[in-house]
Nanobody
Framework: VQLQASGGGLVQAGGSLRLSCAAS????????MGWFRQAPGKEREFVAG????????YYADSVKGRFTISRDNAKKTVYLQMNSLKPEDTAVYYC???????????????WGQGTLVTVSS
């Protein structure tokens, strides 16, 4: 599976953005997926995950209640709706395929190229 993230940009604090992650390949719907982010000078961190069916979602505490992950298997796309954005949400956001049992970076693979989200105060 190859992944292409898009939808990043500059937004004011309190605003919203919707990220998309388009996948190529016929097996997209078999995989759980996730979103990560990496802020300048920091390690990549887990943001949100979704099961292959879309029935199960889970979030990092830092985004719970503000971000929503979803997917459309027919369109081979995973989304991340981000509301009430804060300056600390500024990062490059990546989508990835879940290959392991946890939410660490090593539990994901086939990383997309990332899309930059900048939240101004």
């Amino acid at each position: 599976v190859q992944l292409q993230a898009s939808g990043g940009g500059l937004v004011q604090a309190g605003g919203s953005l919707r990220l998309s992650c388009a996948a190529s390949g016929r097996t997209f719907s078999y995989y759980d997926m996730g979103w990560f982010r990496q802020a300048p000078g920091k390690e990549r961190e887990f943001v949100a995950g979704i099961s292959w069916s879309g029935q199960t979602t889970y979030y990092a505490d830092s985004v719970k209640g503000r971000f929503t992950i979803s997917r459309d298997n027919a369109k081979k796309t995973v989304y991340l709706q981000m509301n009430s954005l804060k300056p600390e949400d500024t990062a490059v956001y990546y989508c990835a395929v879940k290959t392991g049992g946890g939410t660490l970076e090593r539990d994901f693979g086939s990383w997309g190229q990332g899309t930059l989200v900048t939240v101004s105060s």
